[in-house]
């Protein structure tokens, strides 16, 4: 049995410019949502974004499980990060380079770009058996629940990469976002230069990351001309950075992996990743023996993230109100966390208390209205506490930002039907309602076409 609600394998639209025009290709992938590794991303890719003049609270850093190397932008909302980057940077401030360029990517509005001639050819077919995937998915909408991951999962985002002006811009506009940020370029330079050093050595094939940055002189050149300050790493940034990798790495190695990466250890990362991976094994006592033992050894910063583990086994435990009240208190501790809210209305959804959970699940939505997964949670919420005509206008929307217009005009029909009839039956004013329904119907209609 593995903990619930940590995975979530969904659809990511790349458009790609190819010989035909525009076209999108859709790749499966499994993001991991952990509010702790989400934070840590959001909060380094923030003062980032402000000095691209983007708004932090409309861009999501998110985590892909997948060990190889690579990052990636397909919107000017998303930031894809592999947990295989994480697990082989150096240090915080490498990511933090990467994290630049990618935004870059974002400021210089780049749009993506099939990598080559015979890749083109492939691509109708690629295409095709993705869509074949798509409708098995689709089947499966339990959100927040791992539904699998596969080896069709193969990543189109390989074969898509950006044009190589494009890149260069991207690195120029990323040097200047970290000098304005007072942040050295050295982890840009070092993990690209490290990349290089280790595919010549190790690789039988490159990273992916560096066949869609692949190595150019230009580029070499000018990141070892950009004037930079040494990064000196702080003891609070390789303690946050470790218990970082830690998580990661217990969220995507088997068990057997991380006991021999940690197996020496005696710190609180090393009792962290235990903790995680007898949680994932669904030894229960024994994750929350060693989750006692990191708490006393991990910084306060992890406190937080202690208490949002703990809500996710007593979850798994079917332990509903212990799994509301640590995700509470966690919140308590970070009320900025996105995540942690969503976890905690979650929670209160599953206790029953629907009038709180839908008032969380709002604020989580004010927070990133674009993101599908708490519009969805919030019409399930919705649908238990009998709201039908709020439910399926939680649906539609939740389709909307998953570029779905076919399921959001179904949802929409459905919920404006139930909204009138409430109001004829029960005499409810559901004008505000039908006015946002009328306003996201406009709005699939115009994806519709
Ligand atoms: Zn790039």
Redesign the pocket.
């Known amino acids: 049995m593995r903990i619930k609600a940590l995975v979530l394998t969904m659809f990511i639209a790349l458009a790609a410019i190819g010989y035909a025009g525009v076209s999108y290709a859709q790749q499966r992938v499994t993001l991991i949502i952990d509010a702790e590794v989400s934070d840590y991303l959001n909060n380094l890719a923030a003062p980032l974004l402000r000095a691209a003049e983007l708004n932090p609270e409309n861009v999501n850093v998110h985590l892909i499980q997948d060990n190889t190397i690579n990052a ?1 932008v397909n919107s000017q909302q998303d930031i894809y990060v592999n947990t295989g980057l994480i697990l082989k940077a150096e240090t915080e401030n490498e990511v933090v380079g990467v994290l630049a ?2 935004i ?2 974002m400021k210089g509005h780049h749009i993506l770009r099939i990598m080559n001639a015979s890749d083109q050819v492939a691509l109708p077919t690629i295409l095709a058996g993705l869509a074949g995937i798509g409708v098995a998915a689709a089947g499966a909408p339990d959100a927040g629940v791992a539904v699998m991951a596969g080896s069709q999962a193969a990543g189109i985002a390989h074969l898509l990469k ?1 044009s190589r002006s ?2 260069q811009q ?1 690195d120029q506009i990323g040097v200047n976002l970290l000098d304005a940020t007072d942040t050295s370029s050295q982890g840009l330079k070092d993990f690209f230069s490290r990349l290089r050093t280790n595919e010549l050595m190790y690789y039988k094939t490159p990273p992916a990351y560096l066949m ?2 692949p190595r150019s002189s230009d580029r070499e050149s000018f990141l070892d001309r950009a004037q930079t300050k040494p990064h000196t790493v702080t003891k609070e940034e390789a303690a946050r950075f470790a218990r970082i990798q830690a998580k990661v790495a217990a969220l995507t190695a088997s068990t057997g992996q991380v006991r021999r990466l940690y197996m020496e250890e005696d710190s609180g990362p090393a009792d962290y990743v235990r903790s995680i991976a007898f949680a994932m094994q669904g030894k229960y006592s024994e994750a929350l023996q060693f989750l006692d033992k990191a708490e006393d050894k991990l910084s306060d910063d992890a406190k937080p993230y202690v208490e949002e583990l703990r809500g996710q086994i007593a979850l798994d435990m079917g332990k509903v109100s212990d799994a509301r009240d640590y995700f509470e208190k966690a919140l308590d501790m970070k009320p900025s966390s996105m995540l942690l809210r969503f976890h905690y209305a979650r929670a209160l959804t599953h206790t029953g208390e629907y009038d709180k959970s839908i008032t969380q699940f709002n604020r989580v939505i004010r927070q990133r209205p674009t993101w599908w997964l708490p519009h969805y949670n919030q019409g399930l919420a919705y649908g238990k506490a009998g709201k039908k005509g709020l439910s399926h206008l939680a649906f539609a929307e939740s389709n909307l930002y998953r570029n779905n217009a076919k399921d959001g005009l179904f949802h929409i029909s459905i919920a404006q039907k139930y909204l009138n009839e409430d109001t004829k039956e029960n005499g409810t004013d559901n004008t505000l309602s039908l006015q946002k329904a009328a306003q996201v119907q406009l709005e699939l209609e115009k994806l519709n076409n």
């Open positions: 990636f360029h990618e870059g990517h950006f494009q890149e991207a869609t940055h």
